[in-house]
């Protein structure tokens, strides 16, 4: 009886059974939603008629329930299914496949370093997110580096930018401003030295000075022309700081630099630096070890400097001078230590109905200072005079009572006129010198047209000397007896000579051969072909088609008659037209490459001046804590939106992606 019972029992089951997994198959097929999306549950439950229902989920994370040993029931319900779903421990095994497909079970939760934790965290709240977002914060890491602020203020633009936009707040820290910062320079740098990497020769620009932490440093800057254009250009390179000022550390720290960016030494056809003896020693200075490795290396003195040191070395000569610099640093003591003063000053040109112009020290801007000096006390002369007559009679200043005598001295007067003439010249000198990318033919030129010019107009033999109308004027109100302009036209004498030492005709004589003033006159054929000969045994070795003298000379001679006629045409009227053409002449080019190592040659000195002023600006008392790096960043930066390049940012934001491994939805 019991057996028959069993025996129908298991029959009965069978046929159930049979029924019940018809249904769980079709119900694995039906769909439910989970957070707003459609699943089908066949991706959540499996079935075999041996194990019966499991969840995949609950199997994979080991969860102690029935459905991760294989769920069977007589009746079934399509509900069961969905509560499951809901239920915690389903979503307890959720959150562990989450966590170990991330890599993160409990294992390695419990030996995560804190590092790894901190790049864990930053990785996921970066994961959402996108482009546009990173330029945004991008471009306002440039602004604020442009209007020199710091990076804490950049948070400040962050937040302000995120009012109109969406930015991801975690995105806006300082940490994050560091990063892109970091990524702008790599880009700009990467760019500069592999145009470096690619020109065939270049000029490295040298100077030293400290910041205002006094650390000594030692900034470069590279002059090249790009391949496969024309036009050379002069980029900032890299600031450096030094151990000490000697010519060994300057050198190691130049070789450092050439063999972390992978630049050819040996492309480096000119050192121009300020003249210092460091710099251009002739047995220890840099120059002179440099030459030790690169045999054709040319150095180049700074005319600007050569120009300033003219002019202080005619200055001191003479008790004159040295009596207006007296006077001019006694006036600006005056007002410069007084809002008092100033005030009363400022007033008294108002009444007098006299336009102003602010007074100069003598040392604010070193090649421009005298003639700045001058000026500003020839423009407010009347209101000068009536100020300190006043305070000379009714304070009895002595300081006033100097100045007064002094300014109604009719010869002192014809002295400060005719100074601030000839200190004009030299002023316009002086910025012709600073002109970018001046080749030291145009500064020669200059140089030698400027003492011409100063002698023709002051120091012919046998004619009057031709002074200005305001010069006349003043000389006017001398008496006959009084009237001696010997002093002055000695101090342009002297000065005359130092320049003429500083600037001799023969300093250029081999590359006398491409000097466009002399290839416009009237010239024989065998002119400059011995100074060509020499250049090109000078530079053989760094020559991209080195060839024989005679094959050389003989594409000179075309050059020098065809630049001729070029510019009887017109077609060309500067050196840098000669070159332009000559690079794009097919059949000048074996000639050309000399034409270009000149073109090369950098005459100033005036970017790393400017560098450093840069510097300064950059690194001031608010922050003197800039590090090296950091301040080397920001310059090569600012220095590229100074000169009105743009900044790629799909190239800086895809640098800086790179750069962090990131991820994006």
């Not at 002055?488 to 491409?514: Q, T, V, Y």
Request: charged share 30%; aromatic share 8%; net charge positive.
């Amino acid at each position: 009886m019991a057996k028959r019972t069993i025996s129908g029992t298991s029959s009965h089951r069978a046929k159930v059974k049979k029924t019940c997994d018809s249904f769980k198959i079709e119900w694995l097929s039906e769909y439910v939603q989970i957070e707003g999306k459609a699943v089908k549950l066949g991706d959540i439950f499996s079935f075999s008629s041996e194990k019966g229902l499991l969840c995949k989920t609950c199997c994979e994370a080991k969860i102690a329930s029935e459905f991760s040993e294989g769920k069977v029931w007589t009746t079934w319900k399509l509900d069961y299914l969905k509560r499951h779903i809901q239920h915690k421990s389903h979503l307890k095994a959720v959150e562990i496949v989450k966590r170990c497909k991330l890599g993160m079970g409990i294992g390695m939760l419990l030996g995560e370093s804190t590092k790894n934790r901190e790049q864990r965290i930053e990785l996921s709240l970066i994961n959402k997110s996108n482009p546009e977002q990173v330029k945004i914060l991008i471009d306002n890491i440039l602004l604020a580096i442009n209007m020199n602020a710091s990076m804490l203020s950049v948070q400040q633009i962050h937040d302000h930018m995120a009012k109109y936009v969406s930015l991801p707040e975690s995105w806006r820290s300082k940490n994050y401003a560091f990063e892109f910062v970091n990524s702008i320079n790599q880009t700009v740098q990467n760019e500069t030295m592999c145009k470096i990497k690619n020109a065939p020769w270049h000029t490295l620009i040298v100077d030293e000075s400290t910041d205002i932490t006094v650390h000594k440093m030692l900034v470069l800057y590279i002059k090249y022309r790009e391949e496969n254009s024309v036009n050379h250009a002069t980029v900032f390179a890299g600031l450096i700081q030094l151990r000490s000022c000697t010519a060994q550390d300057i050198v190691q720290a130049i070789r450092q630099f050439y063999t972390k960016h992978g630049l050819d030494m040996q492309r480096m056809v000119m050192l121009t630096s300020d003249g210092a003896s460091v710099m251009l020693g002739k047995r220890n200075g840099v120059a002179a070890l440099l030459k030790q490795q690169i045999p054709h290396l040319t150095e180049q003195h700074c005319v600007a400097h050569r120009e300033d040191l003219s002019i202080d070395d005619a200055w001191k000569d003479l008790p004159l001078m040295r009596d207006v610099e007296t006077f001019l640093r006694t006036v600006y003591s005056t007002f410069s230590r007084s809002t008092v003063k100033r005030g009363k000053f400022d007033e008294l040109a108002k009444i007098l109905d006299e336009d102003t112009l602010s007074f100069r020290p003598l040392n604010e801007v070193r090649w421009l200072s005298r003639d700045q000096a001058v000026k500003a006390v020839l423009r407010n002369y009347t209101v000068l005079e009536e100020y300190f007559e006043r305070e000379s009679s009714e304070n009895g200043d002595p300081v006033a009572n100097y100045c007064y005598k002094k300014l109604t001295d009719p010869k002192f007067k014809f002295t400060l006129t005719a100074l601030g003439d000839v200190l004009g010249e030299l002023a316009h000198l002086c910025l012709s010198f600073q002109k970018r990318n001046l080749t030291v033919l145009e500064g020669h030129c200059f140089a030698r047209a400027k003492i011409e010019k100063l002698r023709s107009q002051y120091l012919t033999e046998g004619k009057d000397v031709r002074w200005s109308d305001r010069v006349k004027e003043a000389m006017n109100a001398l008496s006959a007896d009084g009237r001696n302009t010997g002093e002055i036209l000695r101090f342009i004498c002297k000065l005359c000579g130092h320049l003429d030492a500083r600037f001799p005709e023969d300093e250029l004589k081999e590359w006398s051969a491409l000097d466009i003033e002399a290839l416009s006159s009237d010239i024989s054929f065998e002119y400059g072909a011995a100074d060509i000969a020499t250049l090109a045994k000078k530079y053989e070795a760094i020559l991209h088609q080195p060839h024989s003298v005679e094959v050389i000379n003989s594409e000179y001679a075309e050059f020098k008659f065809i630049m001729r006629q070029k510019l009887k045409q017109g077609s060309i009227s500067t050196f840098s037209d000669m070159v332009a053409a000559t690079l794009k002449c097919e059949e000048l080019k074996h000639i050309s490459q000399l034409v270009d190592i000149c073109a090369t040659f950098q005459a100033s000195s005036a970017d790393c001046e400017r560098g450093f002023s840069l510097m300064n600006r950059i690194k001031t008392a608010s922050r003197n804590r800039l590090e090296v790096d950091h301040l080397d960043q920001l310059m090569r930066i600012k220095s590229k939106l100074q000169a009105d390049e743009a900044i790629d940012l799909d190239k800086v934001y895809n640098h800086w992606r790179r750069e962090k491994d990131r991820r994006e939805n």
